[in-house]
């Protein structure tokens, strides 16, 4: 950058007399690029010679994290130029992408090699057990070893491809559901996907509730609650405290806070902002990021007690996460066959238990056990 | 959803807009009436638009306002419970957070939330009337934007008047120095340089002196520079360089307008203008010698803290 005479810089900390400053309200408008080109010259105008204003600007910009590739203020050319940054670039695309190319291929021959090999152990399987002719009295029991083998070779062949797609992206149907709990993926697939200790805790004091959490597919996303048919769904049940499959509950996963992503061991932060969407901190409130639960509802209130949160808004919009906001559970209050409907205002938790909710139509709904049961005031 | 005898601040279907904002700001959950959300309307058309707009252009700065986070402040101001419970729900922990980062220390960034969350909740009085600084938003920009910015002006006011108490024992040991009893003869600045300087000066945009002044008084980057003036990092680094270059030649050019040879103006330009002495008290209202408030305070507070 080229240097100013110092006569310049001098006359620039000339300083008017300057009795009046720009009200928060303006400055703030101006940092936040709403101000119209008239107002905008004036306030711009008085920072040109005001020091302390300027200041005041600097220090009302939201944090932000700068890059650390950017211009400089150094004058003299360095080797960290953007020529050479953007060559840089490609050549590590190109490396990565060449990488991922390699190892796709080595993997797939890998897993010919291996089907290969046990078809090869089938083969010789086979021909060790075919049968020279035999007399037709003997020829049932040879049909049912041939049955059997064939069976073998059935579980032989490659397995199946498995479901973890399916986990990341959409609810996990029903049947797939019980297939899974009966091979014991659900286990290992649940734990993968940042199942909390806080879950596990909650799993036992309040088990309908977190049996319908477990069948989130989701992370971050609120589901209704996909149930078999002979129990009913998480929806009606936990007001009424029905029973839930035992099934699903049995297939959680026991969760240790060795399996918290680390972002997740510390406490979050939690706020609502202005548009009724909920926002959660990481970092002590240094970044937010918004935590989708329902598209449909405008929240209002929330309860955070540690990894336990409930958020309510519009139309009885109530939904609840154990493991800060990683998974979510719709809860709809009942009482005697009248759902909370109105806009809830007000959510109070003093522990994972004991709640209350307030609602706009000035109604009073509490729970002692987590939100399968509810009174109503 | 009009209450009977409001005045609006609209005549005929402005009175169906004006419901269709009340309800938008959630007005009747913070306690507010209709009635009394017209009147808040109406003060921030007033402080904010010139008297002769037009009713378009009134309704369309209406819609622009953020009338939920203004109904919000101003319910607060009035001291409705309702509002405030929002308010700290949603705000509580932002403001100490800002504070803090305000004033890179978590201690005094507390001690400035503090002080503003009585600013705010309006425990002075005025006429026997409650004096928030939440009644003076407009809801033009965030609620959450207008925090930072009064937590940021109350931390510059205050740095200000700690800096004007500082003992002289303090200056010492700061490194200040003082001026000698019997300072040695300085050079005068040629007046045709100070008068082609300010006419130079005189001749920038305010955006271009504002550029100017961050970058070479205060030392700010380039990317903070952009974030404020809402550019690319890039246009701010070409501007400056081509604003440097500009200046360069429109002093030389102002020079030798004033009768001095090019020669003669290129080798002014160059002498260092710390060693003269300027007229000072007549045309500086600022010192430049210290560093910026931020970094002062932050540096005074830690030595406070180690002793």
Same mark, same amino acid.
């Given at each position: 950058m080229a240097e100013l005479p110092k006569i310049v810089v001098q006359r620039l900390q000339r300083n008017t007399n300057l009795q009046s400053h720009p009200e928060a309200d303006l400055i703030n408008a101006f940092v936040e690029d709403v101000l119209n080109q008239q107002e905008r010259n004036q306030v711009l105008e008085h920072l040109a010679v005001c020091r302390d204003c300027r200041e005041i600007v600097a220090l009302s910009l939201p944090e932000h994290i700068h890059p650390n590739i950017g211009l400089t203020r150094s004058a003299n050319a360095s080797w960290i130029s953007w020529p050479v940054l953007r060559w840089a670039g490609v050549a590590a695309c190109v490396v990565v992408v060449g990488t991922a190319v390699t190892l796709h291929y080595e993997s797939r021959s890998k897993s010919r090699e291996l089907v290969a090999a046990e078809r090869a152990e089938v083969v010789n399987l086979d021909k060790k057990v075919?049968?020279?002719? $035999?007399p037709a009295a003997q020829e049932s029991a040879e049909a049912k070893q041939q049955h059997s083998l064939s069976t073998a070779h059935n579980k032989l062949a490659p397995a199946p491809k498995r479901l973890n797609p399916s986990l990341s992206a959409a609810p996990i149907a029903p049947e797939t559901r019980d297939a899974l709990s009966q091979s014991g993926q659900a286990a290992s697939d649940l734990q993968s996907s940042g199942s909390l200790e806080a879950r596990a805790q909650a799993e036992a004091a309040s088990p309908t509730l977190d049996t319908a959490m477990n069948e989130l597919?989701?992370?971050?996303r609120a589901k209704e609650v996909e149930q078999e048919s002979t129990t009913p769904t998480a929806k009606a049940g936990i007001s009424g405290g029905l029973p839930v499959s035992k099934k699903a509950a049995a297939a959680a996963p026991p969760v240790n806070k060795?399996?918290?992503s680390p972002a997740l061991r510390a406490v979050p932060k939690w706020t609502l902002s202005s548009d009724g969407s909920l926002q959660r901190s990481l970092d002590a409130g240094k970044t937010w990021e918004t935590i989708p639960v329902d598209n449909q509802a405008t929240f209002r209130a929330l309860a955070a007690n540690q990894f336990d949160i409930w958020v309510g808004g519009s139309k009885g919009a109530l939904y609840h996460s154990s493991d800060a906001g990683e998974h979510w559970a719709q809860v709809q209050p009942t009482v005697n066959g009248e759902l909370l409907s109105a806009d809830i205002i007000g959510v109070e938790f003093a522990d994972s238990q004991h709640g209350i909710v307030n609602t706009s139509s000035h109604e009073t709904w509490i729970t002692e056990d987590g939100g399968q049961n509810w009174q109503k005031k | 959803m009009a209450e009977a005898g409001v005045q609006s601040s609209m005549e005929g279907s402005g009175l169906e807009f004006l419901a269709a904002l009340y309800g938008k700001s959630r007005g009747a959950e913070f306690g507010l009436s209709l009635d009394g959300f017209d009147h808040i309307l109406q003060e921030v058309t007033k402080k904010c638009?010139?008297? %002769?707009?037009s009713a378009s252009e009134r309704q369309q700065f209406l819609v622009s306002l953020r009338v939920e986070e203004l109904a919000l402040a101003r319910a607060c101001a009035a001291g409705h419970e309702r509002a405030w419970e929002v308010f700290l729900t949603r705000y509580r922990e932002k403001l100490y957070d800002i504070a803090t980062y305000i004033a890179r220390e978590e201690s005094t960034g507390r001690e400035l939330a503090d002080s503003l969350y009585a600013d705010l909740y309006g425990t002075a009085l005025r006429d026997g009337q409650r004096v928030s600084k $939440?009644?003076?938003?407009?809801?033009?920009?965030s609620l959450e934007g207008w925090l930072r910015t009064v937590l940021a002006q109350e931390y510059v006011n205050r740095y200000r008047r700690q800096r004007r108490l500082v003992s002289l024992d303090e200056e010492s040991e700061q490194g200040v120095q003082f001026t000698a009893a019997t300072p040695e003869p300085a050079k005068e600045v040629d007046p045709r340089i100070e008068a082609a300087t300010d006419e130079a000066l005189a001749g920038l945009s305010p955006t271009d002196r504002f550029m100017l002044a961050s970058y070479y $008084?205060?030392?700010?980057t380039l990317a903070e520079i952009a974030r404020i003036l809402h550019v690319h990092e890039s246009t701010i680094s070409r501007k400056l360089d081509k604003l440097a270059k500009s200046l360069h030649k429109a002093l030389l050019a102002g020079l030798t307008r004033s009768g001095m040879s090019r020669r003669q103006a290129e080798e002014a330009l160059e002498? %260092?203008?710390? %060693?003269v002495r300027l007229?000072?008290? %007549?045309? $500086?209202?600022?010192?430049?010698?210290?560093?910026p408030f931020s970094k002062k305070k932050a540096e005074a507070s830690a030595e406070e803290g180690k002793g």
């Open positions: 075919a049968p020279p002719a $035999l597919a989701v992370p971050g060795a399996m918290l | 638009l010139p008297a %002769d707009t $939440l009644a003076s938003y407009t809801g033009r920009g $008084l205060e030392s700010r002498v %260092d203008v710390r %060693d007229n000072l008290r %007549d045309r $500086l209202m600022q010192e430049n010698a210290h560093p």
